[in-house]
């Protein structure tokens, strides 16, 4: 019975994670040039997800934190809640501005309302999710408990682009209104499926371990510099292909969301299929992504139409594929058994950090050439492959220090 019960709460997770990743790739790739539509400038629009991401990374700690205090469930539900209510809000703005009873600076106001909101409530999904699925799943079922959850962002996001690419420009209420709803369907998911998992004995000894930053900042870094470039390319596609290839506003929300529908299922194969047969360190598997991924950018810089960008852009996906389970694994293995999950918190600010650069990074060098800032995400590898060759005469060894402390029974 408990393994059939934790099986419903593992789906209803999925649920919960592929819908909130939907939502964020669907307006990822469809507000930049919604945003023109809209009247904002490319500069207002990168910071609208710039600023979100700013606020992701000062409320994911804090849910991280009161999912031990109140609960995963509650965190759970109030995650999901805001994913659901702000595409509902995204949607009213995107159609009283479109049939102009809305003014531009009202609607941008709203904008930036509604994002940040979405933000500081869903930003508990992921440390809740993760913490319950530590909850019920043993040590030797950990790392195939978490690989749902990756599993689970990679599927929201090819759907999040697949829905950019077939309605996101023709009627992007309508598609608000299908983020809202895969949204509801998860909430309701969890609220019958995941009961709030049994924890360990509070007075149990606890192992607080400090890390070592000295043996994983180059990690911390590639996550930077890797989430930024990707971000970058996120953000300009669709501006790319109206810009620079001709393509109508409609026409570039659409080839740009199957073009990044393509990129994220080819990290998917790659992460669940091709990995799994390959036997390189994840040393190796890092700086063999980052430097694909950097060539990867640079022909799509010099992409001279939509074909070429296309298969860039798949190519890209592959070396992510690698590069990013790769990064993650060697700093696994460079941080102590007990400090997981403080190296893991560590690493989030660089995903926040990379959120917050690459739009507004994207949208600034847009301004000067169009293949600029394919040309800064190439950089932007190449230094994260520089990092994973520093890694290489760094000694395995976790290097961490221990200190133990006892859970007050009060």
Request: a positive charge; proline letters at 5%.
């Given at each position: ?20 990743a ?41 849910w991280?934190?009161?999912t ?35 003014s ?47 599993a ?79 971000s ?42 091709v ?62 058994p ?26 600034a ?46």
């Amino acid at each position: 019975m408990p393994s059939t019960r934790h099986g419903l709460a593992q789906i209803a997770l999925f649920l919960a994670l592929m819908a909130n990743a939907a939502g964020q790739s669907f307006l990822l790739v469809v507000l930049p040039p919604l945003g023109r539509r809209l009247g904002f400038t490319d500069i207002q629009t990168g910071a609208i997800l710039s600023v979100s991401a700013l606020l992701l990374m000062i409320a994911a700690p804090t849910w991280g934190y009161l999912t031990e205090r109140i609960g995963r469930r509650p965190v759970l539900v109030i995650a999901l809640a805001g994913a659901m209510l702000a595409p509902l809000a995204f949607g009213f703005i995107v159609g009283r501005r479109l049939d102009g009873t809305m003014s531009v600076t009202l609607a941008l106001g709203l904008f930036f309302a509604a994002r940040s909101a979405q933000t500081l409530l869903s930003a508990g999904l992921l440390p809740a999710s993760q913490a319950y699925v530590a909850d019920i799943t043993a040590p030797e079922g950990r790392a195939g408990g978490m690989g749902i959850l990756g599993a689970a962002y990679g599927l929201g996001a090819i759907i999040g682009s697949a829905l950019a690419w077939r309605i996101g420009g023709s009627d992007a209420v309508l598609a608000f209104l299908f983020v809202s709803g895969l949204a509801g369907l998860a909430l309701a998911s969890v609220t019958l499926l995941a009961p709030e998992p049994r924890r360990g004995n509070p007075e149990a000894v606890s192992l607080a371990t400090d890390l070592n930053l000295s043996r994983i900042w180059p990690f911390f870094a590639v996550t930077l510099v890797s989430i930024s470039a990707y971000s970058i390319v996120q953000q300009v596609v669709a501006l790319r292909l109206q810009d620079a290839f001709g393509f109508a506003s409609d026409d570039s929300i659409a080839k740009a969301g199957l073009a990044l529908m393509a990129t994220a299922l080819a990290m998917i194969v790659v992460q669940g299929a091709v990995l799994r047969a390959l036997t390189f360190k994840p040393e190796t598997l890092l700086g063999a992504g980052a430097l694909l991924a950097a060539m990867a950018l640079l022909l799509a810089a010099f992409a001279r139409g939509y074909a070429e960008l296309f298969g860039a852009l798949i190519l890209l996906g592959v070396a992510l594929g690698l590069m990013l389970p790769g990064n993650m694994a060697s700093l696994s293995l460079r941080t102590g058994p007990s400090a997981q999950g403080k190296a893991a918190g560590f690493n989030v600010v660089g995903q926040g950090l990379g959120l917050a650069i690459g739009p507004l990074t994207g949208a600034a060098l847009h301004q000067l050439s169009p293949q600029m800032p394919f040309l800064a995400a190439a950089v932007l590898l190449m230094i994260a492959f520089a990092l994973a060759i520093s890694t290489f005469i760094r000694p395995t060894e976790s290097g961490f220090v221990v200190r133990i402390t006892r859970r007050s029974s009060l």
